[in-house]
Each structure stands twice: as structure tokens, then as C-alpha cells.
Nanobody, 118 residues
């Protein structure tokens, strides 16, 4: 079992650059890939970014490509980060991190709200 806790959300002005963090605990030795989803009210859940176990390969949704960067620190609580730059109001959503383990089970954090507004 892996537990995840996100942090770093809040109210951000358009153009802002917050960084979301996701800290893992529990059976962290089994963690493989990781990523971030987001969901806004009335909209479908969107896969924002993924990162491989090694951290050498990342993929992004077209809507955030060039603005968001996913990274991880396997030596530090298997932290997973989402650096968000040039935020737009349409980036407003609940952001959820996940990790997968060797058995392809997926574990989720509780989510952190990001609201982009002036």
C-alpha cells in the first residue's frame, strides 16, 4: 500500500508559476510510474503528465505542453512534482497525483485545488 499527499495548490494569478508536490509513504519500494490528473467541475478528468520510473521519460497533455513540467525524486520520499508555468484560468481544477506499483495497482492522493483568477 502506498499513501500519497499532495500540496502546493491554492489561488494563483494568471501567469503564475506554482509547483505541486506529491509525497509518498508506505510501500514506496514498489513504486514505478507516476503522474498527475486534473478535473474541473463539469469536465472530464484529464491526464496532465506522466513520468517513468527512472524519471527519464515524460509525457504531457497538449493543453499543458511547454508550460508544465513533471519531475520526481526517488531518493526523497519518491516525491513527484508538477511545475506549472504561465497558468491560465482554464487550468483551474483539482489536481491529483498517482503512482503505480509493480503489480500495476494505482494509488491516488487526495487532490489539491488550483484556482487561477485575478
Amino acid at each position: 500500500q502506498v499513501e500519497l499527499v499532495e500540496s502546493g495548490g491554492g489561488l494563483v494569478q494568471p501567469g503564475g508559476s506554482p509547483r505541486l508536490s506529491c509525497a509518498a509513504s508506505g510501500s514506496t519500494f514498489s513504486i514505478t510510474s507516476a503522474g498527475w490528473y486534473r478535473q474541473a467541475p463539469g469536465k472530464r478528468r484529464e491526464l496532465v503528465a506522466t513520468i517513468t520510473t527512472s524519471g527519464h521519460s515524460m509525457h504531457y497533455a497538449d493543453s499543458v505542453k511547454g508550460r508544465f513540467t513533471i519531475s520526481r525524486d526517488n531518493a526523497n520520499n519518491h516525491m513527484v512534482y508538477l511545475q506549472m508555468n504561465s497558468l491560465k484560468p482554464e487550468d483551474t481544477a483539482g489536481y491529483y497525483c498517482y503512482v503505480e506499483d509493480y503489480y500495476r495497482d494505482r494509488f491516488w492522493g487526495q487532490g489539491t485545488q488550483v484556482t487561477v483568477s485575478s
